[in-house]
């Protein structure tokens, strides 16, 4: 029974995969680079906004540091899966929109292999592309200019973008020596987008230009992390954290199309070109730290440090008008989380005093330049719960419910709310228990 139930969570795990490109974001700014970047964090740390690092917990599943997988117990099979939805207010001088999004996000496994040996496999998402809108300049003078001039004539931009990467991995964690574990992450990366750009002419020529920009990506990606946790004092638990991750082309063709059509005449012409292993993955590292008071309170911080400053990208030269590999459109992303987590005592028979209560903060630098002016930069504030469920087997089940607000902001540019609800399952299952019978 345990092997079909196996075999179907793979299966499963593949369906979600084929689901992975479907973007959750409307954002206008998931134009730029590899799209808006997606929180690999788990359910449970998401209250957190995301604290992970430095977190060591035989209960949860946390792929953001594969060495945490060695305090997975052995006699559990941890599953966690996990959806959000949310409700973004777009914000330009004095014009407001909304927009309404849901996504299934995750699906996670982790179990003990061999003695302090855990493993873990699932799908996590990487960045998100999605976004419609448009907008209309004046070719040449118009009424009420610096010159006086009147002109009729205009062209409409319609800017559209859909796609996404993700990550299916396959992670072992290893404790070599008493409080000290190491991990790795091997990821199948893979995704594509499609990004296009329509100008509609109003004068008398009548032409319709399109570029199309492209990719398809199918590699590898590869994250080590580290820890070391101990006793500091009789009633605290510390726990240090490093990640790293190893950066590389991806061997895949940014290709960009150019079509012009004619609507009087019907004659239309497309010209193609391309930019060779186009796209990059940063080198990135991490550390984190957090301390557990009594089993109860667990407070942590992290860093994030991703080189994307170091890579080319694929752009239009402005004056040789060629597609090519161009350097100073990415910046390096720097990321700063605080987290808490407080359970009132985790063996108490009242309910609320064994429920987990979560609070965190984060702040990111923008990873790409739009033109000569950085993007906009991240604030996201954090609360939620962790609620325990047990059934008739006395197996542990825990509902993890997060409210995330989002602030994106550039001077001069686009402002973006975003209110995000996360609701993740964690199935703690004890399937390597063995049974006596008098």
């Known amino acids: 029974m345990k092997k079909r139930i196996f075999g179907s969570i793979l299966a499963g795990l ?11 974001t409307l954002s206008p700014y998931s134009q730029f680079g590899l799209g808006v970047l997606a929180d690999q964090s788990l359910s449970f740390s998401r209250g957190m906004s995301g604290l992970s690092i430095g977190v060591r917990d035989s209960k949860f599943p946390n792929v953001v540091n594969p060495a945490s997988y060695s305090a997975v117990d052995s006699l559990t099979m941890l599953f966690d899966v996990g959806l959000s939805g949310q409700i973004t207010n777009f914000k330009e001088g004095d014009v407001k929109k909304n927009s309404r999004t849901a996504d299934f996000d995750y699906a996670v496994a982790s179990f003990r292999v061999l003695k302090k040996v855990g493993a873990s496999f699932g799908v996590i998402p990487y960045s998100n592309i999605g976004y419609n809108f448009y907008n209309a300049q004046w070719i040449g003078s118009h009424e009420g200019d610096y010159f006086g001039g009147i002109s009729d004539n205009y062209y409409n931009n319609t800017y559209k973008g859909s796609g996404g990467f993700s990550q299916a991995f396959l992670g072992l964690g290893w404790e070599f020596a008493k409080g000290f574990s190491v991990g790795a992450n091997m990821s199948y990366f893979w995704g594509k987008y499609e990004k296009t750009v329509t100008s509609v002419f109003s004068d008398s020529y009548a ?10 990506v199918n590699n590898w990606k590869l ?35 150019i079509s012009n059509t004619n609507s009087n005449t019907s004659v239309s012409s497309t010209t193609t070109d391309s930019v060779a292993n186009g796209l990059s993955l940063p080198y990135s590292f991490g550390l984190g730290a957090t301390v557990v008071h009594k089993n109860s309170l667990t407070v942590g911080v992290d860093y994030q440090l991703q080189k994307w400053g170091s890579l080319d990208f694929p752009a239009v030269n402005s004056a040789t008008k060629h597609y090519e590999a161009t350097s100073g459109i990415l910046s390096d992303r720097h990321k700063v989380t605080v987290g808490l987590d407080w359970i009132p005592d985790a063996m108490n028979r009242k309910f609320l005093k064994r429920v987990h209560y ?30 325990p469920i047990v059934n008739t087997w006395n197996n542990r089940t825990s509902l993890n419910i997060s409210a995330q607000w989002v602030h994106n902001s550039a001077k001069d540019m686009l402002t973006e709310n975003t209110f995000r609800i996360n609701i993740g399952l964690t199935f703690n299952e004890r399937w390597f228990a063995k049974w006596k019978v008098d």
């Open 14 to 24: 593949m369906a979600i995969s084929s689901m992975g490109q479907i973007s959750n």
């Open 223 to 257: 994250d080590l992390g580290a820890q070391w946790s101990g006793n500091i004092t009789k009633n605290d638990r510390l726990t240090l954290g490093a990640i790293v991750g190893f950066g590389h082309k991806l061997g895949a063709d940014a290709r960009m199309s």
């Open 207 to 216: 032409n319709t230009l399109t570029r199309t920009y492209s990719i398809n």
């Open 358 to 387: 979560r609070m965190g903060a984060s702040y990111a630098t923008p990873y790409y330049k739009i033109g000569t002016q950085d993007g906009p930069k991240e604030l996201t504030l954090s609360a939620g719960f962790g609620i």
